[in-house]
């Protein structure tokens, strides 16, 4: 019954995606307007078949619906039912289901909001664009993805092993994937009003306007994905990192880096009218790069704790990828006249300068992680051969294009458009600079050393001073409001950034560790703190056996780091235990090496001193609630009269 209403589900979405783009493309070259007013209906059938199938879906798993493929292989009944919900998204085929889902709803949504314009070629490009793309992922997961595919007969009493045990061992796998693709595909939007203006020869500033928000949150929630990301990498791996250089987190932060840079060069476009190939670039690679890190993902072909086994999609993602870049770039190339900018950048030394320094930068980060993730799969297809690229190369590189960053983000918002003077920068950079060298001298202070490490610190300061200092000019004009609106909320975001960037540095110069062996009743010290081993506890269920070592710190609260055993899959996961500080994290897991048993006296620890980890998370939030003031219109642009239907390059009929 499950596969049943789920292949329909899918089937109804497949046709409403492929009817949808064909008869909405048809009716805008037949000029039949009274047809394209009913393209948005198709949104609302692509949306109603994408919800059946995913209900079908966790139904048949929380059901223990074994005459599925999927649900043999990640259902069983002892998984708690809040990871039970979550094994959809644990391997390939639920995984394109919940893409497919997360796109219905965004196209959804514009349909909704231009409801009231789909008779507008501009609206209706769009949403053919958008209804191709759900034809491509519904035809993936109806067919050599598909999650209701009949599994083997199975014996009376048969009961799966459950998701990967990585996936059900914190409440994180539950928001962490789902935001992450509203990031990922919360971009087809901007690139489908791309597309749209490029077909329709409106390629002026008006597609910008009618995109900005969605691009805006899709960047914000992409950004909280790979942050959470990081937090689960910490809490659940038990390595006391939160950033490895993996390829999977790298197929994340690629999209990530393209969108940051088309974020900070839009407003060029909108201001002065320049960029319009760079900016249509940037969009057509963002989404490219989220197809292509869902290749890298579910195609097998890297190794990664976060990558799917190897499926049948790969042809697939990889020719959509093909079209694409092609298209995309075949469509800027026709358009290669009507993008000629009307504006100049008059001099290197004002914003729009600044801003295409920092489009470079960010280009180039992009393109260094990018070849640093496939290099060794080209090595690998043209010789035959592995290799691996691993975290020095990243690390040696993204150092000082963090530092140019940092700098460029202190620059920047103090540069005034088209031209500056020397006065101008000495004023404005006075009170910014002396925060930089405060900086500095705090961190001597506290022992901080290394060229790089403090390099970042003072550049930190820098750039934080400078966002302050537009952050206390727009408040003291316009009180707390003054924080709302593009410009002052990116401020919040640059300082979220910087405080990341800040604990990045700080954490990945001056974590140190040990190994401790203690017996029962015995205090360890190491680095000032006292370890006391109070003893071995162990449970056991139909899901795993945990043995945790009950550890009191620094004579206080007890923690217990633990090693639990996956019974069904055989799999040995480590579970640390984390004192979060202010100023440093004591992170406990016990020595995969030498696990105790229930009946130890003595337990072999691993300790990591983890300095500034807690704000990571809180520079997330800043850069969280700075995405969502941004995109609220400030008191100016609200008294500003709405923008027309010329403005906006809408044609009328």
Known sequence: MSAALGNAGLLVALIGASVGALSTAMSIIGDNRRALRQAPMYAAVILFGALLAVVAMEWALFARDYSIDFVQRVGSSSTPGLYNLAAMWSALEGSILLWVMVLALFTAAVALRFRRRSDDALVG???????GVMTFFALVSFGPASPFAPGPTVPVGFDGP?????????????FHPPILYLGYVGFTVPFAFAIAALITGRVGEGWLLETRRWALFAWGFLTVGILLGGWWSYEVLG???????DPVENASLLPWLTSTAYIHSVLVQQRRGMLRVWNLSLLVATFALTILGTFLTRSGVVNSVHAFAAGEVDGYLLGFFAIVVLVSLGLIGWRGDMLRAPGRIDSPVSREGAFLANNVIFTLFAFIVLLGTVFPLLVEVFQDRQTVVGAPYFDRL???????????MAVAPVLPWRTTSTETLRVRLFWPAWLGAAALGIAVVAGADGFAPLVAFTCGGFAAGSALRQLALATRRQGVAGLVGRANGGMLVHLGVIIIAVALASSNSYTHSATLTARIGETVSWSGHTFEFVGVTSTIDARAEVVSAEVVLD????????????????????????????THDVYLTIDGNDPPTKDASEVVLRVFLKPLILWLWIGGAVMAIGTVLSAVPSRRHRRATAPTSEDLGVERG
Request: aromatic share 12%.
């Open 125 to 131: 490009w769009a949403l053919v664009v958008m209804y």
């Open 162 to 174: 459950g998701p990967n045990p990585l996936l059900q061992n914190h409440v994180l796998v539950l």
């Open 398 to 408: 993204s150092m000082p294009i963090g530092i140019v960053l940092l700098f460029l």
């Open 555 to 582: 004579g206080g609260k007890s923690y217990a780091p633990a090693v639990t055993t996956y019974l069904r899959q055989g799999m040995t996961v480590p579970t640390p235990s984390v004192r979060t500080g202010v």
């Open 239 to 245: 390595w006391s990192g939160v950033w490895a250089w």
